[in-house]
């Protein structure tokens, strides 16, 4: 524990992503009652889970074969995505829905320039390393870092409800020269710097969530983004390939695309002749309603 060379995270949210292809053909075939049956069930889960204040979930239709739905669950725990994942594998829907991808993570803020800080900070109190006071005052500092509002928001945050959203895994390369792990910590931490110097630029014009998988899933992190127009995606992926942490060591799986919808249009997802809204609150109250 507290190995210097390693940048202490805060966590938050645990996180199960779950992409599925509609089978499009036999849920045209069933029969209008049958249909409405069955999304009047789903609707309830779906509704419940996303108006719950110790869980969340986003919904988004995809572009391309690669899926037709992604579900992004939040809960506190992996056993209360446990459970969610068997109720939503419970839903009659789920006889349409054939599961393509899935990934599991917790989200994230990474301290790289925290952790130096405190290193730092014991260090000039005279502090022996990993003793038990020095332990006992490093907790204290992740404790009020923690608990600093600004990252206590973003820990257990809802779903940015932005229209579209992008998600696609990633690692730092380990290969070589080019081995993120074996590269001193001021280096990592002044690529880190620069990362969020050009992250910051795009501040306000969309919304990144960033999650931990080593040890949960086949890459090193999830990467959630939110906005209210595709074309930022672009330009936000683009100009950080320049960037080294992603120049020389990023290396990136697949990428998933699409829209945003809320619950109460989950009707129009599976009609499938207009794309689902993503409605403001009010609005989904009233169609709900309906
Ligand atoms: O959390 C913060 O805002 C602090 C600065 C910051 C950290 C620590 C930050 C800012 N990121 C951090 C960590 Mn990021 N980020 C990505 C990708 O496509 C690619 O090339 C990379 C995918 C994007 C698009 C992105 C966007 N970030 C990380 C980490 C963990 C690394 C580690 O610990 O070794 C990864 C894998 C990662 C990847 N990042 C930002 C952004 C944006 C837009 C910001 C600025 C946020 C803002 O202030 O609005």
Known sequence: MRNPDVPESLDGWAILHRMFRLDRRRWDALDRARRDAIEREAS?????????AAAD???AQLLGHKGDLMLTHYAHTFDALGEVQARVDKLA??????????????????????TAKFHAELRDRGLKPHSDAWNAAFDTMMHEAASDPRNAARLFA?????????????????AGDDNWYATPYDERA???????????SFHGHVTQVISGSIGFDDWEWGVDLYADDPLIFKKLVYAMR???????????????????????????????????ALLADGAAETVLRR
């Open 190 to 200: 002044r690529m880190m710097l620069e990362h969020g110097k050009i992250g910051r």
């Open 242 to 276: 320049f960037d080294a942490a992603s120049a020389r060591f990023g290396e990136f799986g697949r990428f998933w695309t699409g829209m945003q919808f809320s619950v109460a249009q989950l009707g129009v997802f599976l009609a499938g002749e207009s794309s689902p």
């Open 44 to 52: 309830g889960l779906f509704s419940a889970l996303a108006r719950d």
């Open 93 to 114: 829907l789920r006889e349409y829905l054939e599961p393509m991808e899935s990934y599991v993570s917790i989200l994230e803020l990474g301290l790289y320039g925290d």
């Open 158 to 174: 809802r779903i940015p409800a932005r229209r579209y959203a992008c998600f696609y895994p990633m690692n730092k390369k380990r």
């Open 57 to 59: 979930l986003g919904l």
